[in-house]
């Protein structure tokens, strides 16, 4: 019995391509996904572009210029399953930056022509936007975590992934929290595993690229690494303003610290 | 009571190759990194001679000490049951042959022998308390049950605490329990350093006879004592609690205005009950091949902090961090005892010193026991 293959396009939006790279990382399991998957739209991989309409739509980027806006609503009308990868198609990515700075200034001190530039005051995640069926974070994202989704996706079931701490994935390594044993600032205690704790084994503090983990607390975090580290509220806002800096509850607790001034 | 022999630095580094003559893999506290912790140890040397750390809420560091002392530090961010419990652990899999057929094959279970120097008091209660868990009649636990059976324990009388060590006020510390096969007391002063060494089982009897240790005199077993006695009121000190009421206390404050308050400081991060040598909670997690063609089933730590420990037949049981911090002091402290009969906590102080935002389980007791009111 031969089933129709499941057609999948990949999509990309703003952002610098690495989470679409880790589909063609995928080196081992390419072919047996080939075997499973109709690779319909894939730009970085193939200019062979089929029409619509798709499966599953992975898609990347954040939405930051007004075609954009109506780019996504038609990937959203045809496909029947839309997966949102990184940081950017998830929380608006390092581009949302923007989104605390005065977008005109900005374009006039970056470009010599600011006139040619079309862009939205704001870089957004996909799910403002459209109705996404999953969020997959990271920045950029694991290709463990990718096959995941895709072969819970083949199974008809939901992905299992972790919503817990990177503190979790420390913990069952025996990494040392660098936080309690050096006083250094780390912000695995509120952004989501999946990396593997990744930059606490290479003795570095966690930076968040991984996004909020459910229930996430930045203020209660900042509260104690200011009092305790003496963290500098500018600081503290530095390192909440990077890879997610778009995420609602890191978003949240930067701002908190303007108003505050 | 069995006699008490007197042992040199020399006599254990005798009792480490010993050891390891007789097939145990040999797991004692190192230096590593910023902390000491447990590793594999081949000699006295490997041992964190010399050094101590400083414990607070959310705060530890090494420190080193002014003496040469080998077991002049209390307890680090690990216990012993990361060797018991595995941190994750394969249990079996599953292919699915040509025809659609499943065969399933048992993961063989890793129980190396294994002799752990320098268990504390809280740590040996917390293994024991443990053992009640995955031992108990009915319902054994076969992979720890295999591990425990191949455990030898050296317990080290506490002679020097941390602020955060609280075992007195759980019945425990600061000299080892019965049950572990030797036990040492270490007596460092500007003229001497030896050890107390007393033996707690036959396998353990029978260790100390093949060492050919002196019989520690009255004056030497006296210096062990005195130094055992002042850590216990030294730590006395750190916190009283009455374990009955303090069951009472907690449930009938159940939706107390301060649980409220710890929810709003809390991360939800699982850090302490990770660190915590009692808890026990696993998650079975399966990796499934793309194809879903071969599968492995492994158990994992859990902690009541994440989402799926309160995910239950569809609905969260646990939707905020408020729910989940309050499962987990009223589980650690009152539960329990509904439970298994006891506390399910010895006071190491791990979950005080390793909550990455300092919040202190003493402390939060201690509020929940005042009148709302009063706060
Ligand atoms: S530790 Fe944090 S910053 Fe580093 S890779 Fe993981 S999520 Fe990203
Ligand atoms: S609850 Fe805290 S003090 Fe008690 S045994 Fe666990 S980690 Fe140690
Ligand atoms: S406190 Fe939480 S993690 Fe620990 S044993 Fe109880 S329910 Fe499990
Ligand atoms: S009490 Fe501390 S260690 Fe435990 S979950 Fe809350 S923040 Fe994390």
Redesign the pocket.
Known sequence: MTRRRPRLAVWKFTSCDGCQLSLLDCEDELLTLDRHIDIAYFMEATSRAEPGPYDLSLVEGSISTPEQLEQIVRIRDQSRVVVAIGACATSGGLQALRNFADIDEMTRVVYASPAHIQTLSCSTPISQHIAVDFELQGCPISKTQLLEVLGAFLRGERPVLPTYSVCVECKLQGVLCLSVSQGRTCLGPITQAGCGALCPRYDRGCFGCYGPKELSQPRALGEFVKAQHKVSDRDWVRWLRSYQAGASEFAKESERHEKDR | MSRIWRAELNDLDRLIAQLGREGFEVIGPRVEGQAISYGPIQRVADLPVGWTEEQSAGHYRLRRRNDQSVFGFTVGPQGWRRYLQLPKESLFSADRNHRGQWQVQETPTLAPKRALLGVRS?EWQ?IKIQDRVFERPGSVDQPYQRRRESLFAIGVDCVTSAPTC?CTSLGGGPKVGEGVDLALTEVVNSHQHFFLIRAGTPQGEGLLTKLNLGVADAIQIKEGERRIEHTRTQVAGHWKVDVKRLREDLLANWNHRYWEELGNKCLACAN?TL?????FCSNTVEEVSLEGDRVERFRQWDSCFTADHGYLHGGQVRPDVKSRYRQWLTH?LATWQDQFGEVG????????VWCPVGID?RQAVEALAQPEGEL
Request: hydrophobic share 25%; glycine share 10%.
């Open positions: 809280c917390a609280f302490c660190v915590c040598p009692t808890c650690k906590c010895t006071g190491c102080g791990r979950c005080v389980l």
